[in-house]
């Protein structure tokens, strides 16, 4: 699963790195170490002309849900069943995202206790993850646009840390994965497989990442 992660590139490598051509203010932006559950997000999507960027609430909430408590519960979605559950398959029709990030953390078991590890790219790139994104409108009009993180098998490297990681995506699957004409269920769950070890690198960090309370540039450093 994917639980917590970080984004503090600048706001114009995030425009470059996704073609965004309708952007929020830039003041809007924060630059933030320890992203998680319920928090607005940024995200991009694709409207049908333009790639924009906005903010999604993390924890899908379908736009048929009764309750939007239901969102804690919808944080990942399996990118195996992603088309067979109720909850996923419409927006994974016609309503996916983009989710910027520079690392993602994933806790591991050592003996009684759990130890974070920080998990990027070993050039520091800024990387996305497939999302899919609903809008929910309550009886008395509060609307919330929300998101979940697609999730698959671990790779190599993840594989001693958890027995899942996020759906990342290669630069190439982009304007596919963003168009929302494109409804072949094939060719999109084609691009929902581990993305390759190689290219990426895990370093344990300190415990203070487990309180979203913390919230600064010593999250992401490695400890021995």
Known sequence: MCGRFSLFSSFE???????????IN?????????IAPTQNILS???DGQ????GYLSWGLIPSWSKDPKIRTK????RSETVVEK???????KRRRCLIPMDSFFEWQQISSSKQPFR???KNDQLFAVAGLWDTWRSSTGEKINSCTMLTTSPNELMSSLHHRMPVILPTKAYETWLNTLEQDTQLLQSLLVPYPASDM????????????RNNDQSLIQQIS
Do not use: H, L
């Not at 919808?74 to 979605?77: D, K, R, S, T």
């Not at 690198?201 to 979203?212: D, G, H, P, R």
């Open 13 to 23: 490598d995030i425009i470059q790195a996704f073609d965004v051509e309708k952007m």
């Open 26 to 34: 830039e003041d809007e932006y924060t630059k933030n170490y320890n």
């Open 44 to 46: 991009i999507i694709n």
């Open 50 to 53: 333009m790639n924009r960027m």
């Open 74 to 77: 919808m944080i990942n979605a």
């Open 86 to 92: 109720p909850s996923f398959r419409e927006s994974f």
């Open 119 to 121: 998990i990027k790219m």
């Open 201 to 212: 690198e895990a370093y344990a960090v300190s415990t203070a990442v487990n309180s979203v």
